[in-house]
């Protein structure tokens, strides 16, 4: 299994540019979720989905769209890029049953100038 | 909504030295709580969770936490760090059954001195 994949592993983008960030499982889990990481500001949750064709937003979800066709892949799109989107981007999974337990990509390392 | 804070922002210790890092959450129903490391450049590892029954919960690399529900509380402790325990530590919590949406702390880094 390679668990938890994400691409590009680093992107630089210009202020209005847009792109998407690829994640992927292969462990059949239902739940998969986005996540950025901050410095001082730990993980805030971007938008989640519970199982495909399903989302609903996170915390922090203004700027990015979501879209689930299939169970395995769960790409992030950052639909006019800012300076503020400058972070480092988690994909996440978690089956259904079980302990719930979520396995993390190695992220994706965004800067926006 | 829940929320998660850990005390710590930096911990400087030596080898050998015990550790225990804070997590207090804010939620008055049934909560799941995780501790998740970050190594440097590397992604999220659960380090151990708690969901139900015995509230001391053993985890990887002689880590344990203990759930004290009447101080919201989830510390995580180790009685000995090693150098390679340098990394980012989160505490996060998710409410109620079925939850899978974590809500982590801001994170604690700890540097452990040769």
């Known amino acids: 299994n390679a668990g938890v994949t994400q691409t590009p592993k680093f992107q630089v983008l210009k202020t209005g540019q847009s792109m998407t960030l690829q994640c992927a499982q292969d462990?059949?889990?239902?739940?998969m979720s986005w996540y950025r990481q901050d410095p001082g500001m730990g993980l805030r949750l971007i938008h989640y989905?519970?199982?495909?064709?399903?989302?609903d937003q996170g915390e922090v979800p203004n700027g990015y769209n979501v879209s689930r066709s299939t169970t395995e892949d769960f790409p992030l799109r950052l639909l006019s890029a800012a300076p503020s989107q400058t972070s480092v981007y988690f994909c996440?999974?978690?089956?259904?049953?079980?302990?719930?337990?979520?396995?993390f990509g190695p992220g994706t390392r965004l800067t926006v100038t | 909504a829940q929320s998660v804070s850990q005390h710590n922002h930096h911990v400087i210790l030596s080898e050998a030295a015990s550790l225990e890092l804070g997590c207090n959450y804010s939620?008055?129903?049934?909560?799941?709580l995780f501790w998740y490391v970050q190594y440097p450049g590397q992604h999220l590892q659960l380090l151990l969770k708690?969901?139900?029954?015995?509230?001391l919960v053993k985890g990887i690399k002689g880590f344990e936490a203990e759930f004290i529900k009447s101080k919201f509380s989830f510390n995580l402790r180790k009685p000995s760090v090693q150098w390679s325990d340098t990394a980012e530590y989160f505490c996060?919590?998710?409410?109620?059954?079925?939850?899978?949406?974590?809500?982590f702390g801001k994170g604690t880094k700890l540097s452990v001195i040769p």
């Open positions: 989905s519970v199982g495909a064709g399903i989302t």
């Open positions: 996440a999974s978690s089956s259904s049953t079980g302990s719930h337990e979520q396995y």
């Open positions: 996060a919590v998710s409410t109620g059954a079925g939850s899978y949406q974590l809500t």
């Open positions: 708690y969901f139900s029954g015995d509230p």
């Open positions: 462990m059949n889990h239902e739940y």
């Open positions: 939620y008055g129903g049934t909560v799941n």
